[in-house]
């Protein structure tokens, strides 16, 4: 929750005055206390949690699934750094196309 804290008060920095939609799933961190007061204070976040149970709706699973099946899926990682090299570039070179709340998403 601390990271998370420090991660959100960098947010603000970057967008001083726009309000910030947070779309979280239900990690801990996301509820912890430290994190919470920081949105509480900031006055100008909401946030927006995917439903419990329900990895398909979080776009971000699919990242992580798609990464999974591209770089480490079913072989012995021998180096993990080179692993999580391999893993940024795929993340760096691919486009994500999901939808969302029904908005179609496509960066």
């Known amino acids: 929750m601390y990271i998370t804290r420090d991660i959100l ?9 726009q309000k910030l939609l947070l779309l979280w799933d239900k990690a ?10 920081c949105i509480k204070e900031d006055g100008n976040m909401e946030t927006l ?5 329900a990895p398909e709706e ?12 591209h ?3 079913n072989h012995f990682i021998a180096d993990i750094d080179k ?5 940024v570039d795929y993340l760096n070179m691919t486009r994500f196309s ?3 709340l029904g908005f179609n998403c496509k960066t």
């Open 71 to 73: 770089v480490t899926h």
């Open 58 to 69: 979080n776009p971000q699973e699919h990242v992580w699934k798609n990464g999974r099946s």
């Open 98 to 100: 999901y939808s969302l």
């Open 49 to 53: 949690s995917f439903p419990t149970a």
């Open 28 to 37: 801990g961190w996301h509820k912890g206390s430290e994190t919470q007061k």
């Open 9 to 17: 008060k960098g947010l603000r920095n970057i967008y001083p005055t």
């Open 83 to 87: 692993a999580a090299d391999e893993f």
